[in-house]
């Protein structure tokens, strides 16, 4: 199994990036992603996650209505929208996998992890 984020790099505040994931070894139509970030000296938090079907979606409280997480089966891949961003959103991010089961806001729901792509907001 392999997810490779990318899509990261330095923006200033008030920019937008969009993060990709791209997955291989899962049977991706099958499995819940996500995506979680972390910053220096913190722990890994929860950004957005999104159902097998894009049915459903979740955000953390401190990125509703700027992020917006988004999914294509038919290419394998995981989309992180980053809209009107701030330096407090600077950070590692990594998209995950939970295979065969919803989507949920704890790392520890999730069976794959990518290698994180480096987010940085200037002021």
């Known amino acids: 199994v392999q997810l490779q984020a990318s899509g990261g790099g330095l923006v200033e505040a008030g920019g937008s990036l969009r993060l990709s994931c791209g997955a291989s070894?899962?049977?991706?139509?099958?499995?819940?992603m996500g995506w979680f970030r972390q910053a220096p000296g913190k722990e890994r938090e929860f950004v957005a996650a999104?159902?097998?079907?894009?049915?459903?979606?979740y955000y953390a409280d401190a990125v509703l209505g700027r992020f917006t997480i988004s999914r294509d089966n038919a290419k394998n891949t995981v989309y992180l929208q980053m809209n009107s961003l701030t330096p407090e959103d600077t950070a590692v991010y990594y998209c995950?996998?939970?295979?065969?089961?919803?989507?949920?806001?704890?790392?520890?729901?999730?069976?794959?992890w990518g290698q994180g792509t480096q987010v940085t907001v200037s002021s």
């Open positions: 070894g899962l049977t991706f139509s099958s499995d819940s």
């Open positions: 995950a996998a939970a295979q065969g089961k919803g989507p949920g806001t704890s790392p520890l729901q999730y069976d794959y």
């Open positions: 999104i159902s097998y079907s894009a049915g459903r979606t």
